[in-house]
Nanobody
């Protein structure tokens, strides 16, 4: 069984940066595409970024393109989300997700972490 544990959330001011990390265990990490989703109170979970199992292809939501960067370290079984120029509208719980091989921008993922809260004050 895959386990995903996120870390790195917090309270920051607008314009600041945060780096989220997700630790993967239980299966062969480099067989899984990884993604970050987020969910704000009263809103549906939305796609943020995804990376292919080998790390060669990345995908971003338009709202974060140019500000966020997803990366993976297949030697350490981790995926990260570097978030720069944060805005109050980025405030949400951020979730790491995993699915075999092919990433999706919709939430058809097999495994999810518990989430880490990011709050951006204006």
């Amino acid at each position: 069984q895959v386990q995903l544990v996120e870390s790195g959330g917090g309270l920051v001011q607008a314009g600041s940066s945060l780096r989220l990390s997700c630790a993967f265990s239980g299966r062969t990490f480099n067989s899984y595409a990884m993604s970050w989703f987020r969910q704000a109170p009263g809103k549906e979970r939305e796609f943020v970024a995804a990376i292919s199992f080998a790390g060669g292809t990345t995908y971003y939501a338009d709202s974060v393109k140019g500000r966020f960067t997803i990366a993976r370290d297949n030697a350490k079984n981790t995926v990260s989300l570097q978030m720069n120029s944060l805005k109050p509208e980025d405030t949400a719980a951020y979730y790491c997700a995993a699915r075999k091989l092919v990433p999706r921008t919709t939430p058809e993922y097999d495994y999810w972490g518990q989430g880490t809260q990011v709050t951006v004050s204006s």
